[in-house]
């Protein structure tokens, strides 16, 4: 076990046997770990204690996980997020990605393969990006802040979702193709795939209202970021 403490994880599972698993192999990573069971305690836990990261279950007895998710997001709380599902279906998967959680991962799964995801979002959120500040036309991105602008209106983005435009932002007019910026964002996740990419992609577009032509597609190439 490693001796430093890397914060506190929230995790949210009804099936105790499972809580414990996740519980046991957090701890042993240095992490502080809180559990609950119910969408309702989770979001009160979250509130009351702000946790570095949230690991949530989706199937919960009081509400889905991705409904706890919308609500964090709703009150602007963009605590990571990482879905625990049983479903495997590409629809569930990117539906929990566009509520605003960053990674996902389904039952059965590896509590080695849990506790690295938890790190890698960790990680991303904490800013392992090159230190700079990148404009592109009225688009703004101060990476060793974490913040993303449009004029003078703060963008509010996911972990994942400021990866991706930085990554862009830092590469002007270069065309990332769709496998760079998996291997860039999502490093080697194996079951993230292009679909991931463009559905990321559109919700960037979404939150940046005027500017969102900055990021351009390059049909059947990627993506990039141009005035």
């Not at 770990?33 to 949530?56: D, F, I, K, Y």
């Not at 997020?81 to 998967?93: C, I, N, P, W, Y």
């Not at 004029?151 to 193709?177: K, N």
């Not at 939150?207 to 351009?216: F, N």
Request: with cysteine; hydrophobic share 40%; proline share 4%.
């Amino acid at each position: 076990m490693t001796g430093q403490n890397r914060g506190l994880v929230l995790v949210v599972e009804d099936e105790p046997a499972i809580a414990e698993l996740v519980r046991t192999y957090l701890v042993r990573e240095g992490f502080t770990v809180m559990t609950e069971s119910s969408g309702e305690a989770a979001l009160a836990a979250a509130r009351r204690h702000r946790p570095v990261a949230v690991v949530l279950d989706i199937m919960l007895p009081d509400m889905e996980g991705t409904e706890v998710c919308r609500r964090l997001r709703s009150e602007e709380d963009w605590t990571p997020v990482l879905f625990l599902t049983a479903r495997d279906e590409e629809v569930d998967r990117l539906l929990g990605l566009e509520l605003g959680a960053d990674d996902y991962i389904t039952k059965p799964f590896s509590p080695r393969e849990l506790v690295a995801r938890v790190r890698v979002v960790l990680r991303r959120a904490s800013g392992t990006v090159a230190e700079s500040v990148r404009c592109v036309g009225p688009l703004k991105v101060d990476v060793p802040r974490r913040r993303a602008s449009v004029g003078d209106e703060r963008i509010e983005l996911t972990a994942t979702e400021f990866d991706l435009l930085a990554h862009l932002m830092t590469r002007p007019g270069r065309v990332c193709t769709r496998s760079d910026l998996l291997a860039a964002v999502w490093g080697h996740r194996s079951d993230a795939g292009a679909r991931t990419v463009d559905v990321h992609i559109a919700q960037l577009r979404a939150k940046l209202g005027p500017a969102a032509g900055t990021i351009r597609t390059t049909r059947g190439v990627g993506y990039s970021a141009e005035e």
